[in-house]
């Protein structure tokens, strides 16, 4: 068979590139190696571990608010089966309207291990052994990534696990440590930490989330706290032993000899994700990766190779979704002759523990390590009545301007349903918007949203109504 595009790998990447090249006419296949599309992010990541989230904070709501808000109950207890069950569920409806969209843009979908055997041919290698090979005139890598995982950390699956077994413990752990204070741990720790688990998280730098902004980190590890979260910042796990029904973690703080051990049912290692680029063949295509695995592209995502590119966590930038997807349609845009394009900038990053964490733009330390004079506005969720009614006080946005243009330069929040509150602000920076523009919106009263008002304002001036 003789396809227009290829693309190797499902995830939200992936398949959103495959969609967008079919509606533009091109004769499409998709190669995924495991038998449902969707890779990571619909299987084992960022839809399964919110269905999670969602469960364990309606439990933690249940438990320490319902109360106050005149609701009583009575036996309350997890049933974790039931728990997981709904999350696979989820992760089945998803999949299968993957399944739907496929047939529905004419997309021919292979399932097996997909490899270059020279730069316009793939092999397919099919779990019952059987081999088929295809041609393509264009071909997108999107195969993601991979937890990273050193080897004296003796990963075995049962007691040191990765994401993906942390979304299928069936009863809830006594205790558990986290290797990593970055995204995936916060998350998969907020959600045990709410259904009970005592948790202790290991980070070597000095705070959690360190890609965001630094006021995000300080509220969000205060709100973590309040859940029973412990946290070892400035330190490192050296070694972690597997007991029968346990495991004994080894720490050591990041500038000292003296170390300690904490023993917990579970180790749950998240400190980062490689690019999955092994046994694809990209030399046999001739396709050049650097020294950590990524493959190299230009500013059209592409490779060494003129018809091949690639996208989403095999190249560079941040491991989202979300910019997976943007390239993904942007390669196909640019494979028809047009000309896309994107503002990695305005890539919004987001943690779904509760309260949520989102930003855009620069943080504060990058403009002062940058030397860019700017203004600062900040207004916490306690002062607003939207917030107050709902019991979800802690948290602030936070809107940083130019100095001199106003112009909104980064938006960071924590807080109740910031996830989808950034998406305005991503909206007004796409159109260079000032702080000004911001803050003389009209905002619904009562909503969560108003509080990026409030902090625009104060960004002008010390405007802030409310405060």
């Not at 990524?294 to 091949?308: E, W």
Request: charged share 25%; with cysteine; glycine share 8%.
């Amino acid at each position: 068979m003789k396809y227009d595009l290829t693309v190797i790998g499902s995830g939200p990447g992936g398949y959103v590139a495959a969609i967008r090249a079919a509606q533009l006419g091109m004769k499409t296949a998709i190669i995924e190696r495991y038998n449902k599309l969707g890779g990571t992010c619909l299987n084992v990541g960022c839809i399964p571990s919110k269905a999670l989230l969602d469960s364990s904070e309606h439990y933690h709501n249940a438990r320490e608010k319902f109360e106050t808000h005149g609701i009583e109950l009575q036996n309350l207890k997890v049933n974790m089966p039931q728990m997981i069950k709904r999350k696979n569920e989820v992760v089945d409806q998803t999949v299968s309207g993957l399944n739907f969209l496929m047939k529905k843009n004419k997309i021919d979908v292979f399932h097996g291990h997909g490899a270059f055997v020279d730069a316009h041919k793939i092999s397919i290698a099919k779990e019952d052994g059987s081999k088929e090979e295809i041609e393509t005139d264009k071909v997108i890598i999107a195969t993601g990534s991979k937890p990273i995982m050193p080897e004296n950390f003796n990963y075995d699956k049962q007691r040191v696990i990765t994401s993906t077994e942390a979304l299928n413990i069936d009863a809830v752990p006594k205790s558990m440590v986290i290797v990593g204070g970055g995204v995936i741990g916060l998350e998969l720790g907020s959600v045990f930490a709410r259904l009970g688990t005592e948790v202790e998280v290991v980070e070597f730098l000095d705070r959690i989330i360190p890609t965001m902004d630094g006021d995000c980190s300080k509220e969000l590890m205060r709100a973590l706290k309040k859940i029973g979260m412990k946290f070892h910042l400035r330190h490192a796990v050296t070694n972690v032993k597997i007991n029968k029904k346990s495991v004994t973690v080894t720490v050591q703080k990041r500038d000292a000899k003296e170390d300690f051990t904490i023993n917990a049912e579970y180790c749950l290692v998240s400190i980062g994700r490689r690019p999955y680029t092994a046994n694809l063949g990209l030399d046999k295509a001739g396709v050049e990766v650097d020294e950590k695995g990524r493959i190299l592209v230009n500013d059209k995502l592409q490779t060494n190779v003129g018809h091949i590119y690639a996208i989403g966590d095999v190249i560079r930038g941040a491991m989202l979704a979300h910019k997976a997807e943007e390239e993904g349609v942007f390669v196909a845009e640019v494979i028809d002759g047009q000309k896309p394009h994107i503002d990695y900038n305005l890539i919004p990053g987001v943690v779904y523990t509760w309260p949520e964490v989102a930003g855009v733009g620069k943080t504060e330390e990058q403009l002062k390590e940058e030397g860019i004079p700017y203004k600062s506005g900040k207004f916490p969720f306690k002062a607003l009545g939207r917030a107050r009614a709902s019991m979800d006080t802690e948290g602030m946005i936070k809107v940083l301007s130019h100095k001199e243009t106003d112009e909104i330069l980064g938006v960071h929040m924590v807080g109740p349903r910031t996830a989808d509150i950034i998406a305005e602000a991503v909206a007004l920076m796409e159109f260079r918007a000032s702080a000004e523009d911001a803050a003389r919106m009209s905002h619904a009263h009562p909503t969560y949203t108003e509080a990026f008002k409030e902090a625009a304002l104060a960004a002008t001036g010390d405007r802030a109504i409310h405060m």
